[in-house]
């Protein structure tokens, strides 16, 4: 497929139009070789100690959207997930995770999704994510929404659900058992929200938020590679982003994990988790147990 074709089939012109029709048409070529391959027998090795993995298929699926990134974009950096960093000149810098949910892969579940971003001088700009089960592919260029192949993404509408809202969980690989901050959260979480999915794939988290199908996301030192594509999906459809002390939350991929924790939803929602988080610490009242 030539650029001008790409650039129409990803929504045709306008700012980084190049850019996002290259990502999207790299992963869903990465997409449909992980669908096709992903009841194959896997070779499953354990990267580090906290139990991270990695399969074939994280390499291939990488090798494909590397290979059209370096085409298209010779002079840029890109940091993927298993290749680490491929350096280039000035302030541009690819984000590549091939299969965010490798862990999933690995036990038989089919949720994963592949993710890829564009950061300018640190801030995403591009953003895209295609789930190969589906086939659908989510993307956002800053400043110009949030789309998918039906039309634009509006998230959730920010009204509290009477049971609770439910909402997404990440934390970093670096976060282990003995954090008793992320625990202490994440069950208070569980009590007072209807369901708190871990689901081993963050930036399917993040589309879902996008799509409206969740109330909300909440990380606590998030991993870096991810979370600006899957922020930008979201924040390019109405869900306003915080820290969880409720400032602006300014996803980037530098820096450490406790700058990457924060709190996404809208309007009412927001407002109920942030309380909820706050509570943890004493400094709000935390309102009755969802039931």
């Not at 291939?60 to 290979?67: F, P, Q």
């Not at 971003?117 to 949030?146: D, F, I, M, N, Q």
């Not at 993040?206 to 606590?220: C, E, H, K, N, Q």
Request: glycine residues 12%; charged residues 20%.
């Amino acid at each position: 497929m030539s650029d001008p074709e790409m650039a129409s089939a990803a929504g045709g012109a306008g700012p980084y139009a190049r850019e996002r029709a290259v990502a999207v048409a790299a992963a869903e070529e990465a997409g449909t070789m992980l669908r096709d391959r992903f009841r194959a027998p896997l070779t499953v090795r354990t990267k580090d100690a906290s139990g991270d993995v990695v399969t074939e298929l994280d390499l291939a699926a990488e090798e494909i959207v590397l290979s059209r990134l370096r085409r298209y974009f010779p002079h840029d950096r890109i940091l993927s997930e298993e290749a680490g960093l491929l350096d280039g000149t000035g302030s541009r810098t690819w984000l590549v995770d091939p299969l965010d949910g490798t862990n999933n892969v690995a036990i038989g579940l089919p949720a994963y999704v592949v993710g890829i971003a564009l950061c300018v001088a640190g801030a995403p700009v591009v953003g895209v994510v295609h789930e190969p089960l589906t086939g659908r592919t989510w993307h956002a260029v800053s400043g110009h929404g949030a789309h998918s192949d039906s039309g634009p993404l509006t998230g959730p509408d920010g009204r509290l659900p009477a049971p609770g809202p439910v909402i997404a969980w990440t934390q970093g690989h670096a976060v282990g058992r003995a954090d008793t901050a992320a625990a202490v959260l994440r069950q208070h979480l569980e009590l007072r929200c209807r369901r708190v999915l871990q689901l081993w794939a963050p930036l399917l988290g993040w589309s879902m938020l996008a799509r409206g199908t969740i109330d909300g996301f909440v990380g606590y030192r998030a991993e870096g590679l991810d979370l600006p594509a899957g922020a930008l999906l979201a924040a390019e459809a109405g869900v306003e982003l915080r820290t969880l002390h409720g400032e602006v939350f300014r996803p980037g991929f530098a820096g450490s994990g406790a700058d990457r924790s924060f709190v996404a939803a809208r309007t009412d929602t927001l407002d109920y988790v942030l309380a909820q988080v706050a509570s943890v610490t004493g400094r709000r009242d935390p309102g009755p147990t969802v039931r």
